[in-house]
Antibody
């Protein structure tokens, strides 16, 4: 069965960086776009961007451009999201989500979420 | 890209019907037929309930239905059940191959 297993919780100081991983199993990793979405405490879901595992191509939401980098390692079916210049506002649960490669433009499987806390 | 606008909360008794609206612009909801809806229970990954405005993934009950008119999409839950209680988010494909989520709606079953 399709699974997206994310790395564990992180605590970071302001100005630091965080790198979250998302290991895919149960399907061909290079066959589907992989997206990153976050949810700050008490807030809604926010789309951050996508990566094409096959080529490494990316597209980031405008508000994260310059601070986010999405990469992948196809040999271990794992995608990564690195966010730099952390502020308290980056405290959130970060999710990876797979885009359905048949119907496209919707997210059919999600990771369990990685809590990231920015604290001094 | 601004978040799509949803009501903060809706509620209904078991068996009733509730509808959640999702209002965007011509750059997202109004300009593309790729609106999806997600059910989110705290502490878990969201679950896809509707895609491409009206389509249901396998396994989602037909009590859940979607529609769109102009810049506003809607999710309707009929025959409301206790385990429908959750947060619901719309999401639209948008210009520049981006995506935008709604502000989220808490559905309460009275």
């Amino acid at each position: 069965q399709v699974q997206l297993a994310q790395s564990g919780a992180e605590v970071k100081k302001p100005e630091a960086s965080v790198k979250v991983s998302c290991k895919a199993s149960g399907y061909s990793f290079t066959g589907n776009y992989l997206h990153w979405v976050r949810q700050a405490p008490g807030q809604g879901l926010e789309w951050m961007g996508w990566i094409i595992p096959h080529s490494g191509g990316t597209n980031y939401a405008q508000r994260f451009q310059g601070r986010v980098t999405m990469t992948r390692d196809t040999s271990i079916s794992t995608a990564y999201m690195e966010l730099t210049g952390l502020t308290f506002d980056d405290t959130a649960v970060y999710y990876c989500a797979r885009e359905d490669s048949i119907t496209w433009k919707n997210f059919d499987y999600w990771g369990q979420g990685t809590p990231v806390t920015v604290s001094s | 890209q601004s978040a799509l606008t949803q009501p903060r909360s809706v509620s209904g008794s078991p068996g009733q019907t509730v509808t959640i609206s999702c209002t965007g612009t011509s750059s997202d909801v109004g300009g593309h037929n790729h609106v999806s809806w997600y059910q989110h229970h705290p502490g878990k990954g969201p679950k896809l309930m509707i895609f491409d405005v009206t389509k249901r993934p396998s396994g989602v009950p037909d009590r859940f239905s979607g529609s769109k008119s102009g810049n506003t999409a809607s999710l309707t839950i009929s025959g409301l059940q206790a385990d429908d209680e959750a947060d619901y988010y719309c999401c639209s494909f948008a210009d520049s191959h981006a995506y935008v989520f709604g502000t989220g709606t808490k559905v309460s079953v009275l």
